[in-house]
């Protein structure tokens, strides 16, 4: 598979799966009542999972900021034992 003249192997596919179902499992959590501040924007938790699912910009905004998030936890940069 290519993206942008760019080959895509399945492995990374499926990374990149496993990837968008966990910002999908971690948005779908957020309260309905509660909005998230994304850039100028104010999203509920529905509209993020309807981004996700749809790889809207803002989407891929979202997966690249769980992907930073998850990052940092293994990285021990969020967690301390202190």
């Keep these: 598979m290519t993206k942008k003249g ?6 990374d596919k499926e990374i990149q799966e496993a990837i968008k179902k966990l910002a999908l499992a971690r948005m779908k959590k957020i309260p309905e009542h509660i ?3 994304i850039g ?4 509920t938790s529905k509209e ?3 981004n996700i699912e ?3 910009q803002l989407g891929k905004q979202i997966i690249e900021m ?3 998030f ?6 021990g940069k969020i967690h301390t034992d202190e």
């Design 48 to 50: 993020l999972v309807e």
């Design 35 to 37: 909005k998230v501040s």
């Design 66 to 68: 769980q992907i930073n």
């Design 40 to 43: 100028s924007g104010e999203y």
């Design 70 to 75: 998850v990052r940092d936890m293994a990285q």
């Design 54 to 56: 749809d790889e809207s």
């Design 6 to 11: 760019i080959t895509i192997s399945r492995e």
